[in-house]
């Protein structure tokens, strides 16, 4: 996160900081404050300090705490004319919690239009328990959820900013970097997936279904913009594995970057109710179909690997991978029993409202 904060700073946030919160404010604060909250007077030699930190090429780099060297930008006379600096740990979190909500929200309306457009098998509009105006009950869901989901991400961030992890920038290639950066992968993949897997798991003990995982389930067949269609609390608790694990175990930066964009991705492609193939190994679209018909199987990310050590690994019908059965009426009977029987086992009665309701209720009248 310090490589993206480093670039917005230089290019919009010292800018905005600098003209909504400047130095000149510094003589209303008392200097107990000032030190205390580690704020910013002005600096009279900024000219030599820029100059020793833009040309010195060793001080460029601060692996540890942000804030106090650059890394891949320069920095200029603005980014000391704020009375919050780079390194103010309330300046810090308010920067990472906008781009967190800005990034989500690009990546969520991106990703799952893309999927929406060519990727999304729409026969599931068709399907009996698809809800009346899901898609934008989805979406709004999402879009309300993902500020407050990147404020509790944002602690996690700003953790990472003080150095408290074990992410680090260079790679050395000549000294088997390669394979530490593959090695690196696998390990995030499997504690990552085992983290989820308990975390969602423990989200379908009943008490804690019903107060934060049941709005994510309240979408019994998906399209892509339920991915992130969580309660922010329960969003955040299935996020924090990814942080807790280079709280522990070395993680390349840039890769850091990219895994956490390819789980929003992940995210996104096993909610598509695209059933391509039946891997009995990967967690895809279809194992993740059964999670949400069915509710208590299937509560791995990845791989199926912790649901089958766990009990709770269910194998898609072959019905989801035909479309012929899944338009024959005497399958999708069966398959409705089977998912009435088991919501009304963890939720009781079924307060939704389906599309093919109302079709009945107008079919009645006429």
């Given amino acids: 996160m310090d490589l993206i904060l480093e670039v917005a700073d230089t290019f919009l946030l010292d800018h905005v900081y600098a003209k909504v919160l400047p130095t000149s404010l510094a003589s209303y604060v008392p200097v107990e404050l000032m030190n205390k909250f580690n704020l910013n007077s002005g600096m009279a030699n900024a000219t030599m300090l820029l100059d020793h930190l833009n040309s010195n090429r060793e001080s460029r780099v601060c692996s540890e705490v942000y804030g106090y060297t650059p890394y891949l930008t320069d920095m200029t006379m603005t980014s000391f004319q704020s009375l919050l600096p780079r390194s103010n740990m309330l300046r810090e979190f308010l920067s990472v919690w906008m781009i967190v909500t800005v990034f989500g929200w690009l990546l969520y309306f991106s990703v799952a239009y893309f999927s929406y457009l060519f990727i999304f098998d729409r026969s599931v509009f068709n399907h009996p328990r698809y809800l009346k105006n899901q898609m934008m009950l989805e979406i709004k869901l999402a879009t309300s959820s993902i500020p407050w989901m990147s404020f509790l991400t944002s602690f996690c961030f700003s953790f990472e900013l003080k150095g408290h992890s074990k992410l680090y920038t260079v790679v050395d290639f000549e000294k088997n970097g390669l394979r530490q950066i593959f090695g690196e992968i696998v390990?995030?993949?499997?504690?990552?997936?085992?983290?989820?897997?308990?975390?969602?798991?423990?989200?379908?003990?009943?008490?804690?279904?019903?107060?934060?995982?049941?709005?994510?389930?309240?979408?019994?067949?998906?399209?892509?913009?339920?991915?992130?269609?969580?309660?922010?609390?329960?969003?955040?608790?299935?996020?924090?594995?990814?942080?807790?694990?280079?709280?522990?175990?070395?993680?390349?930066?840039?890769?850091?970057?990219?895994?956490?964009?390819?789980?929003n991705f992940w995210t996104i492609m096993i909610h598509d109710a695209n059933h391509m193939y039946n891997n009995p190994y990967v967690n895809g679209t279809a194992c993740h179909?059964?999670?949400?018909?069915?509710?208590n199987y299937n509560y791995g990310q990845f791989t199926t690997l912790w649901d089958r050590l766990g009990g709770s690994y269910r194998r898609p019908e072959d019905e989801l991978f035909d479309p012929d059965m899944m338009k024959d009426k005497k399958s999708i009977e069966e398959q409705l029993k089977r998912v009435d029987a088991m919501q009304k086992e963890v939720e009781g009665d079924d307060e939704r409202e389906y599309n093919s309701d109302n079709n009945a209720s107008e079919k009645k009248n006429n």
């Fill in 289 to 295: 179909t059964v999670h949400h018909l069915y509710f």
């Fill in 187 to 263: 390990l995030f993949i499997l504690f990552t997936d085992c983290g989820v897997y308990l975390a969602h798991r423990w989200l379908h003990w009943p008490r804690v279904y019903k107060a934060l995982h049941k709005p994510h389930h309240k979408w019994l067949v998906c399209t892509p913009f339920a991915s992130h269609a969580f309660h922010p609390v329960d969003g955040y608790i299935q996020s924090l594995p990814y942080h807790i694990y280079p709280l522990l175990m070395p993680l390349n930066k840039y890769l850091y970057l990219f895994l956490f964009t390819f789980v």
